[in-house]
C-alpha cells in the first residue's frame, strides 16, 4: 500500500481463498474484508484508519491492529477469534462490535521496570561479585604474574 499514497479506502470482501490479510498504509480510512471464508490471520498497520469491518469471517483467529484513528471496529459473524491484539488508543471496546471471546489481549502498560534493567541489575551483581572473586584471588597468588606457568615436559 505504501505505493498507494492517495489509497483511502479498500474492500477485499468476499475473496474466497483469502487465508492472511497484511495492510500497511499511512493513507488508507477504511477497509472492509467481509465474508472471507478461509481467513485466518489479520495484521494491519494503518496510522489513520478510522473503519475497520471484519465481518463474516468464522475461521478467522488472529487480528494484530494499529491505528491512531480508529473508533469504529466491526467484528459480527467471527467466531473464531483467539486472539485480538489492538494499539488504538480511539477506540473504546465497548463500541465493537463481535461475538464472545476465547481471549483478549489489550496493550496494558507493565507498572515494573523494562526487563532489562531487571536483567542488568540481576547479573550484574552477579557479574561484579565473580569478578571482585576473581580479582581476590590474584592479589592471593605468590607470583608476580597473573598468567599461569606453563609445564613444558621436556
Given at each position: ?7 483511502t ?107 532489562a ?24 597468588l ?13
Open positions: 500500500m505504501a505505493s498507494c499514497p492517495s489509497l479506502e479498500l474492500d477485499l470482501s468476499r475473496c474466497g481463498s483469502l487465508d492472511y490479510v497484511m495492510v500497511q498504509s499511512e493513507s488508507l480510512k477504511t477497509l472492509r474484508i467481509v465474508g472471507c471464508s478461509e481467513l485466518t490471520k489479520v495484521l494491519i498497520h494503518c496510522p489513520a484508519l478510522s473503519e475497520l469491518a471484519l465481518q463474516d469471517n468464522p475461521k478467522l483467529e488472529t487480528i494484530l491492529l494499529w491505528s491512531d484513528e480508529l473508533s469504529a471496529l466491526d467484528l459480527s459473524g467471527c467466531t473464531g477469534i483467539v486472539t485480538l491484539k489492538p494499539q488504538c488508543p480511539k477506540l473504546d471496546p465497548a463500541s465493537v462490535k463481535h461475538p464472545p471471546f476465547r481471549h483478549i489481549e489489550q496493550h496494558i502498560k507493565p507498572d515494573h521496570p523494562p526487563i534493567f531487571m536483567l542488568k541489575d540481576t547479573f550484574g551483581e552477579a557479574a561484579r561479585a565473580a569478578a571482585d572473586a576473581k580479582e581476590r584471588e590474584w592479589k592471593n605468590k607470583e608476580d604474574s597473573v598468567i599461569p606457568p606453563v609445564h613444558r615436559p621436556f
